[in-house]
C-alpha cells in the first residue's frame, strides 16, 4: 500500500534529524520528496557536519518513494523561488509541505539568560527557526493551494501545552519554539478558505545523529546512554515523527487536526503506528508525570 503515491511533499531542513526522518517515511508511502538543506556532497554548511542532502534523497528512494535533493538556504527569498519554480516544473504541483528548518543548535546557550547570551547568536537563531519558515510559507504555499486537500506542518520542540507551562531553555529558543506553533494556527486560519491544513508537530526526546553523537552511542546500542542520563528511556528515532507526519497526509480527514499542536506519540496512539523497535513513546506526557514530578526514570507505560 502506497497511500501518498501520486503526492508532491518538500521537506524544508531534511538534512538530517527529524526533517530526514519526515523525508524517508513520506517516501516509504509513495511521496516524490523534495529534500532541501545547506549542506550537500561537496559544500558543507557552518555546522560542519557530514550528513548530506544527497543521502537523504537516496533514503528517500531506498524506502520506496523519489527522493530529489536541492541545495536551498531558506534564509534567501530567491533561492527558495527558484526550487518552487522546479517543483511546479517537474511535478505542477504541491501536496505537502514540512517546513523543519533549524539550525541553532550551535548558537543556542543553554540557562543563560538573555542580558549574558550572545545577543548576535540569539537573533540569528530566530531567524533560522522563524524566518526561514515564514519565507518557505509565503514562496511555497501559492502552488500548495492551487489544489484542495494540502498539508503544511510545522516542525517544532515541545506541545503547546508544556511550552505554555515550562521554560524552555532560553528565552531565544523559547521564543523559536513557541513561535512556530503559533505560525501552524495563523497558517491554517489563512489556509481554511482554500479546504489546506496546518498542524505544529513536536518529536520526543529525539536520538538524532547529533544526540547519538554526543553520548558517543549509535542507534544499535542507544540504551548504553541511559547510563548517562536515565530520561533518554524515553526517547524515539527520527523515523517515530516521519511516520506522524506521514499519517497526517494519508489522513483523508486530516483537516480535523487544522491549527492544533500534536506530537508523535499522541498520534501514534490515534494512527496505530510505532517507533522502529515496536514501541510508541509517549514523551511530553512522560516528560510531565515523571521528569517534571521527580520520579526516577522509568519508561513503563509510556512507551
Same mark, same amino acid.
Given at each position: 500500500m502506497k497511500p501518498l503515491q501520486g503526492k508532491v511533499a518538500l521537506v524544508a531542513g531534511a538534512t538530517r534529524g527529524a526533517g530526514r526522518g519526515i523525508a524517508i517515511e513520506l517516501g516509504a508511502a509513495g511521496a516524490t520528496v523534495y529534500v532541501t538543506g545547506r549542506t550537500t556532497r561537496s559544500q558543507r554548511s557552518e555546522y560542519n557536519r557530514p550528513e548530506t542532502?544527497?543521502?537523504?534523497?537516496?533514503?528517500?528512494? *531506498?524506502?520506496?518513494?523519489?527522493? #530529489?535533493?536541492?541545495?536551498?538556504?531558506? %534564509? @534567501?527569498?530567491?533561492?527558495? *523561488?527558484?526550487?518552487?519554480?522546479? #517543483?511546479?516544473?517537474?511535478?505542477?504541483? %504541491? @501536496?505537502?509541505?514540512?517546513?523543519?528548518?533549524?539550525?541553532g543548535e550551535h548558537l543556542a546557550e543553554w540557562h543563560v539568560p538573555v542580558w549574558k547570551h550572545s545577543l548576535e547568536g540569539g537573533l540569528r537563531l530566530l531567524r533560522l527557526a522563524i524566518d526561514t519558515h515564514i519565507i518557505t510559507s509565503h514562496v511555497a504555499l501559492p502552488l500548495l493551494i492551487e489544489n484542495k486537500n494540502g498539508l503544511v506542518v510545522e516542525v517544532t520542540d515541545g506541545t503547546d501545552e508544556y511550552n505554555r507551562n515550562n521554560y524552555r531553555l532560553s528565552l531565544f529558543y523559547d521564543l523559536a519554539k513557541t513561535s512556530v506553533i503559533r505560525l501552524a494556527k495563523s497558517l491554517a486560519h489563512e489556509l481554511a478558505p482554500y479546504h489546506c491544513t496546518a498542524v505544529a508537530v513536536t518529536p520526543g526526546y529525539l536520538r538524532s545523529e547529533m544526540m547519538l553523537e554526543h553520548y558517543g552511542v549509535s542507534e544499535a546500542n542507544w540504551r548504553d546512554a541511559i547510563a548517562q542520563d536515565p530520561h533518554f528511556v524515553i526517547s524515539e528515532t527520527p523515523r517515530f515523527v516521519g511516520r506522524a507526519v506521514a499519517a497526517l497526509a494519508g489522513d483523508p480527514d486530516v483537516a480535523r487536526w487544522s491549527g492544533q499542536s500534536l506530537?508523535?506519540?499522541?498520534?501514534?496512539?490515534?494512527?496505530?503506528?510505532?517507533?522502529?523497535?515496536?514501541?510508541?513513546?509517549?514523551?511530553?506526557?512522560?516528560?510531565?508525570?515523571?521528569?517534571a514530578a521527580g520520579k526516577p526514570a522509568d519508561a513503563s507505560g509510556y512507551r
Open positions: 542532502i544527497e543521502e537523504t534523497a537516496e533514503l528517500v528512494s *531506498a524506502a520506496g518513494g523519489s527522493g #530529489i535533493a536541492v541545495q536551498v538556504d531558506h %534564509l @534567501d527569498p530567491q533561492q527558495v *523561488a527558484v526550487l518552487l519554480a522546479q #517543483i511546479r516544473r517537474e511535478q505542477g504541483r %504541491l @501536496d505537502i509541505l514540512v517546513n523543519n528548518v533549524w539550525g506530537s508523535s506519540g499522541q498520534l501514534a496512539k490515534v494512527y496505530g503506528f510505532c517507533d522502529l523497535d515496536g514501541t510508541q513513546p509517549d514523551c511530553w506526557r512522560y516528560l510531565a508525570e515523571v521528569h
